[in-house]
């Protein structure tokens, strides 16, 4: 597999890599995505990007013998949001408002004159893992990402699986609790209400509790009451919408990503010990949570997957 460029579009950042064949990062370039200055904005932000990777790229005598726009062939691009497969259109993005109903495939291929690949970012994050990292060795697994947001990508028997509707995988929206806060999506009581680092840190602040969710959980590592009651209820609701995830695709590997990641061994307890009373039938023994081999560069190293054509468009 040759070099392509892979672009990861977050609503704070834009992060762009040029990624060899063997997954290695050649050269990355990150801006600000300016979602308030509009489509055009984030559009500009882009090709940005993509010309700053170019023009470093250029410096580069092994590859400046290559030219002309299709020099790194097929762009890989993940976005935020439901992105339907086929018609390669962001239907809904909470991150970028301006980006629903957005024809990305089209708009952004014509942009930087060559054919672009779009995908879920939590899907690239999942082509990732199951390229190059902890689920590499896997068949299957459930890759649920927990930041700011909670997002999900499925791979089943080799596969990233999408859904009819480029839906697949959003584990973020299960519901916990029918009666709880508010979510992003309308509905109420979904797992990023619960377990996203947001919602620890609107409890911590309710509960007067002061720091970054690094700093909570260093405490309570240490033993602070106030602190463990955070992440026990965190990782309780993430055992519960895993338990019916498992109901359904019976996987036995789940990756964790996102900024929450680091923050793992303060879940799983809690966790398991749902799936363990929710999940029917299933030794919980058998069912590995693992960390994400890839932190930040998972979305641009998984762009660059979907770029080469895996799996088929
Ligand atoms: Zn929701």
Redesign the pocket.
């Known amino acids: 597999m040759a070099e392509h460029i892979g672009i990861d579009v977050g609503g704070t950042f834009i992060k762009a890599g040029l990624v060899a064949g063997d997954g290695s990062i050649i050269d990355s370039v990150k801006l600000p995505t300016d979602v308030q200055g509009g489509v055009e904005a984030v559009e500009a932000r882009i090709l940005e990007a993509v010309e700053g990777l170019e023009s470093g790229t250029l410096e580069s005598a092994a590859l400046s013998l290559s030219k002309g726009p299709s020099r790194t062939g097929t762009i890989g691009i993940g976005l935020p949001g439901i992105v339907d497969p086929r018609e390669g259109v962001v239907r809904l993005s909470p991150n970028i408002p301006c980006w629903n109903d957005y024809p990305a495939r089209e708009r952004l291929g014509r942009l930087l004159g060559t054919v672009v690949r779009v995908e879920n970012d939590a899907n690239c994050a999942a082509l990732a893992e199951a390229w190059l990292g902890a689920g590499r060795d896997l068949e299957s697994f459930l890759l649920v990402t927990l930041g700011t947001g909670v997002g999900g990508g499925v791979f089943l028997s080799g596969r990233l699986w999408r859904g009819d509707g480029g839906r697949g995988g ?1 584990v ?2 299960v ?1 916990v609790d029918p009666d709880g806060l508010p ?6 009581g ?4 619960v377990s996203s680092s947001t919602a620890i840190l609107r409890e911590a602040r309710r509960a007067g509790l002061k720091g970054n969710v690094e700093d909570l959980a260093g405490r309570a590592r240490d033993g602070g009451h106030d602190e463990s009651i955070l992440f026990e209820r965190a990782g309780r609701a993430l055992g519960i919408a895993l338990a019916a995830w498992l109901n359904i695709i019976d996987v036995h590997a789940i990756i964790v990503a996102g900024g929450m990641q680091p923050v793992l061994d303060l879940l799983e307890g809690p966790a398991r010990a749902e799936i363990a009373s929710r999940a029917y039938g299933l030794d919980v023994g058998a069912v590995r949570l693992l960390g994400a081999t890839f932190g930040e560069d998972a979305g641009i190293v998984g762009a660059v997957r979907l770029a080469a054509g895996f799996p088929s468009p």
Request: proline fraction near 0%; glycine fraction near 22%; aromatic fraction near 0%.
């Open positions: 959003e973020g929206h519901v979510c992003g999506c309308g509905a109420r979904c797992l990023e209400t």
